[in-house]
């Protein structure tokens, strides 16, 4: 018997049945991820976010199995054709390539050339051939000849004469071999260790494709496609500039009708004891066999093999793309300090927008230092007044078009006024614009123009990034790999899933939280975070957690869910700004009295708590796992997972990439990370890209395991090609660049930095649109 589905999860987790079927039940009653993992640890055995994360998808997918495998039974049934091995086969089908396999002679289809032949009366004539191949084909063929017929309203075109009878055959046999479940799976695994894929330039595309030259004449087994490659394959055939094959690593190209008996066709004959002994009937029975494996069971397997490889390419890419986001989400925030936000641009100048501590705009500008105006001296005049108003303590840079030129009138301006002891930060503005032309960025900021909306996010994400991104689509961030040639509904589930758990782990200040961030809270959704904010605005700040059952559609249920990610800073009781949960007050109450000590006093009291044994506190509601995590939160509550605040200071004089030198070590910020390295900004307006090969001097298999978004690192500039605008960088500062003339060593697959810098020439830089400078350096991987 097929294990069941907590079995199942149970093994691909190495977890037990019972923490399975307990988190099953969790999810099925509308608990959240977050909310399992942080507050029903005793329930699950303390599966965390990344088990149940995986739990919930794969239960997903077991489920349409289940339901599909009925489905498929209801209707062999129904054709009164199910016996008991072919029961017992479905019923132990382990995935839905097997059962679709199993099901695939009784699927419904279209009248193929097999039934008309069966309608026909030839079915005999196969299985004689087939039996026995003695017989001669074209003797037994001249037994089956009868005019055009029709059954049932339908014409059948009868058996004219012997070819028309061997080619009846001839399709029944090939349907046959083909609808094997055993022979199947038998070929499929054949070539999916033995399949190459292979791609040409479409006749006439060699410039309209230069793009995809890599791909002009380009073979990898199947097996071995990174994710990136195979999704650029994809693109470049979508966009019919390539034409994209699976052949056998046996054979020259595709396969052709004279092309010799494959292992493929070997296997097919064996399954079916075919073989040529020189008997009458053998030629025919071969050339069967070839027609089955190049006209059904290639075509089929080709169709589905390819369809598999792009679908782990876009599974890959989807976790890129959530590995990205999760650092910029987590990225540190400044804090509450007055910032002064600059969306650079060139002829339509700099956007200014000053925020205070709590993220209110107080004041807006726009300032034209650059070419074609040049009023350098009047904006500093400007931007100094409007630091000293408002009391500035950031400046935070977008690193768009002119974000160098915008840095240096930053740097300026500190000079000019030390005594404002200003603080200047180039930040991402992936996904600015998005927000500015938003709805709700028209709701937020009404009165103001879009374009200064811009500015207004760029300041706030420093202070803050996940209060502020989180406003923004998270598939328009602009962190992805290939992101608009995956599956979006997959897509953005896992975007959602990683803004949610980002969102939940931080925490929330619900007197301060906006709708969108308010909307990401386990159990809340946009109408109750609307809700919520509607309530605060009318009855004025929450004072307790208590209070938010008053909000209206904020039930128990919800309450339940959200209460312990809430936090009410300003309470008269401190439980309230912290990770405890509401159900759990009664908890620590029993854990004061006992020590005879109040909450104020041992909140933050590390040694005294330490010292505490949670096993003594353990009763039938309240295990030991949620004990020892209230008392650790005790210890510093409403603690941030998110690291310190740092900047990467960019090099003075190094502002173009004809700036740039061989062997000069710089700072930077990682800006995205790819199967194959990650992108740096190094303030020229282009990113430069460390290969994997030169991230560590050890092996690196996952680029992610060294380097996240945002993170602040030194790398060493390799080589430069300022007309291609192409920058490769190393984190091996103990690294030469190759001397002029000579070849660079090879490490790894530099044929993917080649790809993405060719890319990046021809992309170019996207002019002033409130886009992210990354934009041009990531349109390959964006689409």
Not at 695 to 700: A, E
Not at 737 to 763: F, I, Y
Request: glycine share 6%.
């Amino acid at each position: 018997m097929l294990p069941s589905i907590e079995q199942r999860l149970a093994v691909e987790l190495a977890a037990k049945p019972v923490q399975v079927a307990a988190a099953i039940a969790l999810l099925d009653e509308g608990a959240t991820v977050p909310f399992i993992s942080r507050y029903r640890k005793e329930a699950t055995g303390g599966l965390d976010d990344i088990q149940l994360r995986l739990l919930e998808e794969r239960l997903r997918y077991l489920r349409e199995l289940e339901d599909r495998r009925a489905a498929v039974i209801a209707s062999i049934e129904e054709q009164n054709k199910m016996t008991p091995a072919l029961l017992d086969a479905i019923t132990h089908a382990e995935d839905k390539t097997r059962l679709e396999d199993l099901y695939l002679p009784y699927k419904q289809k279209r009248r193929t050339k097999a039934q008309i032949a069966v309608e026909a009366g030839l079915t005999e004539l196969a299985d004689a051939l087939l039996a026995d191949p003695t017989l001669n084909p074209e003797e037994e063929a001249a037994k089956y000849l009868k005019p055009a017929f029709t059954v049932d309203g339908i014409d059948n075109p009868g058996v004219v004469d012997t070819k028309a009878a061997l080619d009846g055959a001839r399709q029944i046999l090939m349907e046959r071999f083909a609808e094997d479940a055993t022979l199947l799976q038998a070929l499929r695994e054949y070539l999916t260790e033995h399949g190459i894929v292979e791609s040409k330039v479409v006749e006439g595309k060699q410039d309209a494709g230069e793009k995809f030259a890599d791909y002009f004449d380009y073979s990898e087994t199947i097996a071995t496609i990174p994710s990136h490659r195979a999704l650029a394959l994809f693109r470049g055939r979508r966009e019919e500039m390539l034409n994209v094959n699976l052949r056998l690593d046996t054979e020259e190209e595709k396969p052709k009708w004279d092309a010799p008996h494959n292992p493929c066709e070997g296997r097919i004959a064996s399954r079916f004891g075919i073989s040529n002994q020189g008997r009458a009937a053998d030629k025919w029975l071969a050339d069967t066999v070839r027609w089955t494996w190049r006209v059904k069971t290639f075509m089929h397997l080709e169709t589905e093999l390819m369809t598999n490889l792009r679908e782990k390419a876009e599974v890959e890419a989807i976790n890129v793309f959530a590995l990205n986001l999760k650092a910029l989400l987590l990225a540190a925030p400044a804090g509450p300090r007055a910032t002064m936000g600059l969306d650079p641009g060139l002829r339509t100048g700099v956007k200014v927008a000053v925020v205070d501590a709590t993220g209110k705009v107080v004041d807006t500008a726009t300032v034209y230092p650059h070419q074609p105006r040049n009023d350098w001296e009047g904006t500093l005049h400007t931007l100094s007044q409007l630091a000293e108003k408002h009391k500035v303590a950031l400046i935070s840079i977008g690193n768009g078009t002119a974000s160098r030129e915008t840095d240096k009138l930053a740097l300026d301006l500190i000079k000019l006024r030390p005594e404002l002891k200003l603080t200047k930060i180039v930040v991402s503005e992936a996904g600015a614009s998005v927000y500015s032309a938003s709805e709700f960025a028209s709701r937020e900021l009404p009165d103001m123009d879009v374009s200064i909306r811009g500015a207004v996010s760029i300041a706030r994400r420093l202070q803050d990034p996940l209060a502020e991104l989180v406003k923004i689509d998270p598939k328009s961030i602009g962190v992805g790999q290939y992101q608009h040639d995956v599956g979006q509904t997959q897509l953005a589930r896992s975007l959602d899933a990683v803004v949610e758990d980002c969102v939940n782990a931080v925490g929330v200040d619900v007197n301060t939280a906006s709708a969108p961030l308010l909307a990401r809270v386990s159990g809340l959704n946009n109408s109750v975070a609307q809700s919520i904010v509607s309530y605060r605005d009318m009855k004025g700040m929450f004072a307790s957690r208590a209070d938010l059952r008053a909000v209206p559609r904020l039930g128990d249920k919800t309450f339940e869910q959200a209460a312990g990610f809430l936090r009410v800073m300003v309470s008269d009781n401190p439980l309230d700004a912290s990770a405890v949960h509401p159900e759990s007050y009664p908890l620590v109450e029993k854990i004061l009295a006992d020590i005879k000590k109040d909450v104020k006093s041992v909140i933050g009291d590390e040694r005294l708590l330490k010292s505490l044994n949670p096993a003594k506190y353990a009763d039938e509601k309240f295990g030991v796992p949620t004990i020892t995590d209230i008392l650790k939160e005790l210890e510093k509550p409403g603690r941030d997972p998110r690291p310190e605040f740092t900047t990467a200071t960019f090099k003075d004089g190094v502002e173009e990439i004809r700036d740039l030198r061989p062997d000069m070590i710089l700072e930077g910020v990682v800006t995205n990370v790819a199967a194959f390295g990650a992108f740096v900004d190094i303030g020229v307006h282009q990113d430069g890209l460390v290969h994997i090969s030169a991230l560590s001097n050890t092996f690196v298999k996952d680029p992610h395991t060294v380097v996240k978004a945002g993170q602040v690192v030194k790398v060493k500039v390799l080589e430069v090609d300022e007309k291609r605008k192409r920058i490769a960088l190393t984190m091996r500062l103990s690294d030469s660049a190759p001397v002029a003339g000579s070849k660079p060593e090879q490490r790894g697959d530099r044929n993917d930095s080649k790809r993405l810098s060719q890319h990046q020439n021809q992309q170019g830089r996207q002019a002033e649109s409130g886009s992210s400078a990354m934009a041009a350096a990531f349109a390959k991987l964006k689409g």
